[in-house]
């Protein structure tokens, strides 16, 4: 049995709906069921006896350990975060309580935990906490992508808490002995994504007709992930990887943000053509964000190297997938589509000059 936090998330859900696409293990899911968690994107798994839901924060080190003593898991796999940098400009405080306390927190049960173990249990467990590659800062055209022993330059609240989180898991590997494994990830896309991201929002405003908001001039850089490759990954590394190692998690797909719109703007007018007129009509250039890092890039050599790990999808392949389940599931987007959701984004977004 697997414990995973985070579940009901963007990359959470589609971990678990992955698993248990293809393993009998099960796994207790823990979540707080903030804005972005979302008991919808595991409908599937409504009847299924191998998912099992507790609703609660990783702050909560009570619930947290009761969850361990009953379930006794051989992992956990930690994917709850705070994860917008916009949001973590506007509020940081909630960053810091789930990405750096509540790790911390989850850190302190799991050792209380692994400590209690036999000593078979307690050579199989694995604390994987999954991280992304903003904590590594930005990079200039034509500087060597991340690699796992590039400096941390976090610029944002939100990455400089993940920075925190990811010191906390090396400590806690580095004093106690707890057997971690961190990954730190690259964009992520693909179904189930909240649309406050980026592709999943241009998605959502093209087909409400809305503007198509693209910070600055647009040339800010990413690597671009499919999610269900990054799953594979995560996968990979609990099966094999090394303890006290960390694994970079990238989709060799460098695109600059404006590329990644007019793409989403091309493929929409042959899925979803308009009367009249193109997609690329929405596009709106606006003031960028405060601290914008330019450019982001993994270098994803050490986990095929190692873990004989590879992304499966190409960027075309992926954006396809992703464009077509969200054109076929316009229910899951009215759903998401709360008040709260609708406040955010115009608190983000308005008063910005185009």
């Known amino acids: 049995m697997l414990l995973v936090t985070g579940g009901a ?13 293809q393993a009998d293990e099960a796994i207790i899911n823990l ?3 903030t804005y972005a968690g979302n008991l919808e994107n595991l409908a599937a798994l409504a009847a299924d006896e191998r998912h099992i839901f507790v609703h609660g924060d990783v702050c ?17 796999l930690n994917f709850a975060a705070e994860s917008h940098v916009d949001r973590s400009i506007h509020g940081p405080e909630e960053f810091v309580q789930t990405n750096i ?7 302190e049960a799991s050792r209380a935990y692994w400590n209690g173990l036999n000593d078979k249990m307690k050579r199989r467990f694995r604390f ?17 992508a991340f690699s796992e022993t590039f400096p941390y330059q976090p610029n944002s609240p939100y990455s400089a808490s993940k920075a925190a989180s990811d010191h906390l898991v090396r400590a806690y590997y580095h004093t106690y002995g707890l057997p971690v494994l961190t990954t730190n990830c690259s964009n992520n896309y693909g179904p189930y994504q909240f649309p406050e991201k980026l592709i999943p929002l241009m998605v959502v405003n093209a087909l409400a007709g809305k503007p198509l908001p693209v910070y600055g001039d647009g040339q800010q850089i990413r690597d671009w992930l499919y999610v269900k ?3 594979t990954a995560i996968r990979r590394v609990l099966e094999a990887g090394v303890v006290g190692e960390t694994y970079n998690v990238g989709g060799w797909n460098e695109q600059p943000n404006i590329k990644i719109v007019r793409t989403i703007c091309t493929l929409l007018d042959t899925l979803r053509p308009l009367v009249i007129g193109s997609y690329h009509s ?7 964000r405060p601290g914008h890092d330019r450019r982001y890039a ?19 392949t992926g954006v396809t997938k992703t464009l077509r389940w969200y054109l076929d599931n316009p229910a899951w987007i009215g759903n998401v589509q709360s008040g709260a959701y609708r406040t955010w984004m115009e608190k983000n977004y308005a008063g910005r000059q185009a």
Do not use: M
């Open 9 to 21: 998330g963007f990359i959470g859900a589609n971990f678990i709906l992955d698993w248990l696409a």
């Open 31 to 33: 979540d707080k069921l």
């Open 60 to 76: 909560d080190t009570a619930l947290v350990s009761s969850v361990l003593g009953r379930y006794k898991p051989r992992a956990i």
């Open 101 to 107: 306390l509540g790790t911390f927190r989850l850190l």
């Open 128 to 144: 994987l906490h999954v991280s992304t590659d903003e904590v590594y800062g930005s990079l200039v055209q034509g500087q060597p």
């Open 229 to 231: 490759d990054h799953c």
């Open 282 to 288: 929405l596009i709106t250039f606006v003031s960028d």
């Open 298 to 316: 993994i270098d994803a050599s050490k986990i095929e190297r190692e873990l004989g790990w590879k992304p499966g999808e190409t960027f075309e």
